[in-house]
């Protein structure tokens, strides 16, 4: 055990000299971004409708006119994409692999979540990933943000994270490689399940349940809208979503 612990020091003595980790924000040592730089990101001042992002709602819930025909009923989104140090932290979390940038993620996201009049949820359900591109990552960052949400939503005790009940049987391209809003919703179709034991059962039920879905970016949100429409089916009362940010389409390269 000694002899690991060495090695373990090694190992962190050579990946701080060859690459120190520095403050995005004010270049301070040894952390991703200070809690100081944390302070000064700007939450979103309002929430919009998610289905048609027009018309401006408590809460991130969807219009009247909307309802029909969404199984969500609010998208709560934490920050802007475009805020720089935003676009640097995701793209560090989830494409250069550094997991402790759920920490800063995280509390933008509790800090709307409870500056928001949505209930507190029975249960959390992170957004899956296909075992193919959680091999790849080596975690589910939406999995990370679940976790971290869950512990420290209420003073004193946790909500349940439930990361068995979605899962992806089809593997699908990266939404964020689809320019096309239909293409995205057909590259989902029949994406997503919940999982069943061999007596048709859920492995949690659902019935009457509250749930917060957590994903960390979205896009057109047919991710998040397709997860609800499966929790609704099998039984979930309300399901509310909660994300980093919101990137828009037409800010993705290309047209369409
Ligand atoms: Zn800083
Ligand atoms: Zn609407």
């Known amino acids: 055990m000694k002899n690991l612990s060495i090695l373990e020091n090694i190992k962190t003595f050579v990946l701080d000299t060859l690459f120190p980790i520095n403050c995005l924000g004010c270049a301070r040592d040894n952390i991703w971004f200070c809690s100081d730089c944390q302070k000064n990101i700007e939450l979103l001042s309002f929430q919009k409708c998610p289905v048609c992002e027009n018309r401006i709602t408590e809460s991130g819930l969807v219009c009247p006119k909307c309802r029909p025909s969404s199984r969500l009923d609010a ?3 934490s920050v802007k994409y475009r805020d720089d140090y ?3 932290l995701i793209h560090l979390y989830k494409y250069k692999f550094i997991e402790d940038l759920h920490v800063p993620l995280g509390n933008l996201m509790l ?3 409870l500056s928001s009049k949505i209930p507190l949820p029975d249960m959390i359900i992170p957004v899956p990933l296909h075992p193919r591109r959680l091999r790849w990552r080596g975690f589910n960052q939406s999995q990370l943000l679940a976790d971290y949400i869950g512990k420290n939503i209420a003073a004193g005790f946790e909500i349940p994270v439930c990361e068995n009940i979605l899962f992806r049987k089809k593997y699908t391209s990266p939404q964020m490689k689809i320019k096309k809003y239909s ?3 057909s590259n989902l179709e029949d994406a997503l399940d919940v999982k069943k034991n061999d007596k048709n059962h859920l492995s949690n039920d659902l019935k009457n349940k509250t749930i917060l879905l957590i994903d960390d970016v979205a896009t057109t949100g ?3 809208f397709e997860c609800a429409k499966i929790l609704k089916a099998n039984g ?3 399901v509310f979503g909660v994300v980093v940010a919101r990137q828009e389409i037409n800010s993705l390269n290309g047209s369409g």
Do not use: H, P
């Open 222 to 224: 047919a991710t998040i």
């Open 75 to 77: 998208l709560l989104v």
């Open 183 to 185: 293409q995205r919703l």
């Open 86 to 88: 935003i676009r640097k």
């Open 111 to 113: 800090k709307i979540i």
């Open 236 to 238: 979930a009362k309300k």
